[in-house]
């Protein structure tokens, strides 16, 4: 019996990857369906699968099709034919061990209480997220632990920071709040953070320089190797990492610098992770941590236009709980780490925001 | 003046990278005068500059030759000298925001309180570490977390686990307390832990069977492509990663298999931990976390006798706050993953525990 459990899995691990187009193990399958045990929500499934969304929702077609699960009031079952194909693989529910007090970052965000209530005031009034720009903002809680990490590696004091994009997190926002770095500037496209962040530096004599820029531009040359730590979240295609993460790479000083940015499981699969720790270790730089599920993202408007929902199993929004989160990055260069500053406006064709795993822009 | 301070910060770094044999930047340099401002404790400097031991000795010993720091009473302060000399950095000390109820792992480690409690109970009488074996246990905390944080992956139940050494954690004795892996086998070349885990594994009737065995040799051939998951916390020698780290890899079944081990900023420094990640990307393997500070180490009797305590500046023995941490590394077969089993025994003169970087063994 355990032997056909074993190729049910691996049958459905080959037929998975081969109408997703995207590679997942006999172990991702099974993971899928402990989650599906453990929550009924399409949401919370994708969350606790930590596969990317359209492997999952791909997952979820096959299922239904082979009434192996069934949607009942938007929510999503087992089918008594489901538990019966399953009994033998002993599918446990996936427990949640994460400290409630501090969301399972270790970060405790209320540790610098002005900073937190100030930054919880001020962002309430930020702009609404936008499809055109692939926006999706993070919670307060979250831009305030990146800020307080940062802070205990010593990164923001007297630091002279970049924000490469993703300002729509108000990162840049909350490091000058602290009244730390040497200087803050903050590139995003979105003229509205723009504005947003240079009428709240001029109000409270902030640190924090804010411009247009669109960053599949090459990078104007005043700019490289001037910081010391950069922070971005960028799409997740290659072209992005290349735009973002190498670009903010290349405004290091010298070795010895830092650079912090996000990456899903949910709009990138382990063999797109692979190629970006491929792609910073050809560059000369270490990872000191990825630390998993650090990024809380608020629901966002355009969720319904986006293919995460069309090709959803229970077609129905996410309620308020938290679904979508990302692990977050640190870096460090080395002596001979590279710049690389390129323009991919040149590259015609090539999608930026979008590719065969990205299923939320 | 902000141009003399850069100069002095840069000139230690060449002179302390040259001493030690072991780069730092002028960003290290820094950090470490900047845990020397939080605090007089020769080991918490240490575990705040996350900089190798002996750097961090060497940099203590070249600051006291230079009358910028001072010892008095087994303490470290800077001189007003020191102070003057350093006035235009503007040192700020590290803050410290992690969270206290989860000890900023983000996972509660009472989280299945009876696993808790018994586990507490039986530590108690494991047998004391050894220097001749690298020994040095987790606090009972840490291994408790380790268990959690693989459940939350899915990564325990009705797995195949290997423990490679390092059984001073009873790691393997607390996975099997969950009852939840189908097989546990614990390898580790110290008798008295293997009759420790057979004991209890008989007593407690646990899916859990320990065998001595000296992982710098090659594993039985019976052993390679049969596990789910692996556990290891290796030294820090190239030697070990590749006796530890890829003969565990060497053990996995298939693509999408798991590994975990340990690895610190005390004994490697950051160039190491680069080859450690080149190792790993060439080995085929996606790293899918680093959680900084996971792992608390319990002080160690044999800790004078090692070169972290004789080359250290205040000489004085910690006291029971923990100083040793180390980072916490998740990783995950891919499709085309290299198995590596190689016999250590064959590289006479090549060194196991130790290396230049490393003083704790």
């Given at each position: 019996?355990?032997?056909?459990?074993?190729?049910?899995l691996?049958?459905?691990?080959?037929?998975?990857?081969?109408?997703?187009?995207?590679?997942?193990?006999?172990?991702?399958?099974?993971?899928?369906?402990?989650?599906?045990?453990?929550?009924?929500?399409?949401?919370?499934?994708?969350?606790?699968?930590?596969?990317?969304?359209?492997?999952?929702?791909?997952?979820?077609?096959?299922?239904?099709?082979?009434?192996i699960?069934?949607?009942?009031?938007?929510?999503?079952?087992?089918?008594?034919?489901?538990?019966?194909i399953?009994?033998?693989i002993?599918?446990?529910?996936?427990?949640?061990?994460?400290?409630?007090?501090?969301?399972?970052?270790?970060i405790?965000?209320?540790?610098?209480?002005?900073?937190?209530?100030?930054?919880?005031?001020?962002?309430?009034?930020r702009?609404?997220?936008?499809?055109?720009?692939?926006?999706?903002?993070?919670?307060?809680?979250?831009?305030?632990?990146?800020?307080?990490?940062?802070?205990?590696?010593g990164?923001?004091?007297?630091?002279?920071?970049?924000?490469?994009?993703?300002?729509?997190?108000?990162?840049?926002?909350?490091?000058a709040?602290?009244?730390?770095?040497?200087?803050?500037?903050?590139?995003?496209?979105?003229?509205?953070?723009?504005d947003f962040?240079?009428?709240?530096?001029?109000?409270?004599?902030?640190?924090?320089?804010a411009?247009?820029?669109?960053?599949?531009?090459?990078l104007?040359?005043?700019?490289i190797?001037?910081?010391?730590?950069?922070?971005?979240?960028?799409?997740?295609?290659?072209?992005?990492?290349?735009?973002?993460?190498?670009?903010?790479?290349?405004?290091?000083?010298?070795?010895?610098?830092?650079?912090?940015?996000?990456?899903?499981?949910?709009?990138?699969?382990?063999?797109?992770?692979?190629?970006?720790?491929?792609?910073?270790?050809?560059?000369?730089?270490?990872?000191?941590?990825?630390?998993?599920?650090?990024?809380f993202?608020?629901?966002?408007?355009?969720?319904?236009?986006?293919?995460?929902?069309?090709?959803s199993?229970?077609?129905?929004?996410?309620?308020k709980t938290?679904?979508?989160?990302?692990?977050?990055y640190?870096?460090?260069?080395?002596?001979?780490?590279?710049?690389?500053?390129?323009?991919?406006?040149?590259?015609?064709?090539?999608?930026?925001?979008?590719?065969?795993?990205?299923s939320?822009?």
């Amino acid at each position: 019996m355990e032997k056909e459990v074993k190729n049910l899995l691996l049958d459905l691990s080959q037929l998975i990857s081969q109408k997703s187009r995207i590679w997942i193990s006999p172990y991702g399958v099974e993971k899928i369906l402990r989650a599906i045990k453990t929550t009924s929500d399409q949401w919370m499934i994708i969350r606790i699968s930590e596969e990317p969304i359209n492997v999952v929702n791909k997952t979820l077609e096959i299922l239904l099709e082979r009434k192996i699960v069934k949607v009942k009031n938007e929510k999503i079952y087992f089918t008594k034919r489901g538990r019966e194909i399953l009994k033998d693989i002993n599918l446990e529910k996936i427990v949640k061990p994460e400290c409630r007090k501090c969301e399972g970052r270790g970060i405790n965000f209320k540790f610098d209480s002005k900073l937190y209530s100030t930054f919880l005031e001020i962002q309430k009034k930020r702009p609404k997220p936008l499809k055109k720009y692939d926006q999706g903002n993070v919670t307060p809680q979250t831009t305030i632990a990146r800020v307080l990490l940062a802070m205990s590696h010593g990164d923001i004091e007297n630091k002279e920071i970049l924000i490469l994009g993703a300002e729509d997190d108000l990162l840049g926002l909350a490091l000058a709040l602290t009244k730390k770095p040497k200087k803050i500037l903050v590139l995003d496209i979105d003229k509205r953070l723009i504005d947003f962040d240079n009428y709240w530096a001029e109000k409270l004599k902030l640190n924090l320089k804010a411009e247009v820029f669109d960053l599949r531009r090459k990078l104007p040359k005043d700019l490289i190797g001037k910081f010391d730590v950069f922070f971005t979240d960028p799409s997740e295609t290659v072209q992005s990492i290349k735009g973002f993460i190498l670009k903010g790479i290349a405004t290091l000083k010298s070795p010895g610098c830092v650079g912090y940015f996000g990456f899903t499981f949910k709009d990138s699969s382990l063999k797109k992770w692979y190629i970006l720790q491929k792609i910073l270790n050809n560059s000369k730089v270490v990872i000191t941590e990825i630390l998993r599920e650090f990024n809380f993202y608020e629901n966002w408007p355009y969720l319904e236009e986006t293919k995460s929902f069309k090709e959803s199993a229970a077609e129905k929004l996410p309620d308020k709980t938290i679904w979508y989160t990302s692990n977050w990055y640190r870096l460090v260069t080395l002596p001979g780490f590279k710049r690389i500053n390129i323009d991919l406006l040149k590259y015609k064709g090539k999608k930026f925001y979008n590719d065969i795993e990205n299923s939320t822009s």
